[in-house]
């Protein structure tokens, strides 16, 4: 896919998050891998109302070169798509369920949200560290991020939100709507005792899908 269509399927995906509620306001922000560089939401925009040819480009080196300027989280989707080679775009959300997890998951935790279906584990995979809570837009937070995306597809910043990678950009968007509705769905079934997968489903279905 070239830029520009990648540019249109970024503002229209955004749309769609935004519409059904996976963010509000500005928060949230997408990154897109490209041959030469990267594209980026830029900053205080709404996913809701992206306009393609305004969103920001990087170069390889990650500096802005053109665009409006990008998300001052820049260096959370640096983090992930230097630790994960294979992914072609990063979605940060604030989304309600999954931030929730986050408030009360404990940090260092990898598995906040349980293995209940196939379709969490075929979408985030095994891992889902939490990383310490850090204030928005600290970049401190990228070296922490990065050494947990090395081994997850996504990771849950403490009271904050989830970012999740994919292959594609419609993969990491996919990836991060299943997150969502995982940890909503573990919200409602929690102290109940939901039947879970049991470790040798996850591992057919990683080796199956993973």
Same mark, same amino acid.
């Given at each position: 896919m070239d830029e520009a269509a990648l540019r249109d399927q970024l503002a229209m995906l955004g749309a769609s998050l935004f519409q059904r509620g996976y963010s509000v306001g500005t928060a949230g922000n997408i990154s897109v891998r490209l041959a030469d560089g990267y594209l980026m939401t830029p900053t205080n925009s709404c996913l809701g109302r992206l306009d393609p040819a305004r969103i920001s480009k990087l170069a390889p080196d990650w500096s802005h070169i053109g665009g409006d300027k990008p998300s001052k989280e820049v260096f959370m989707h640096r983090a992930v798509l230097t630790a994960r080679p294979d992914a072609g775009a990063v979605v940060h959300l604030h989304s309600t369920y999954a931030t929730a997890i986050g408030c009360l998951a404990e940090p260092g935790e990898t598995a906040p949200i349980p293995p209940l279906t196939p379709y969490f584990v075929m979408r985030v995979g095994r891992s889902l560290p939490v990383i310490r809570y850090y204030r928005p837009g600290d970049g401190a937070m990228e070296g922490d991020i990065h050494e947990a995306a090395k081994g997850a597809k996504a990771v849950l910043l403490a009271n904050h939100g989830p970012v999740v990678s994919g292959r594609?950009?419609?993969?990491?968007?996919?990836? $991060?709507?299943? +997150?969502?509705?995982?940890?909503?769905?573990? !919200? *409602?079934?929690?102290?109940?005792? $939901?039947?879970? +997968?049991?470790?040798?489903?996850?591992?057919? !279905? *990683?080796?199956?899908?993973?």
């Open positions: 594609t950009l419609a993969d990491a968007v996919a990836a $991060a709507e299943e +997150l969502e509705e995982s940890a909503r769905l573990a !919200l *409602l079934l929690r102290g109940v005792g $939901a039947r879970g +997968l049991t470790p040798a489903q996850v591992d057919d !279905l *990683l080796t199956t899908f993973g």
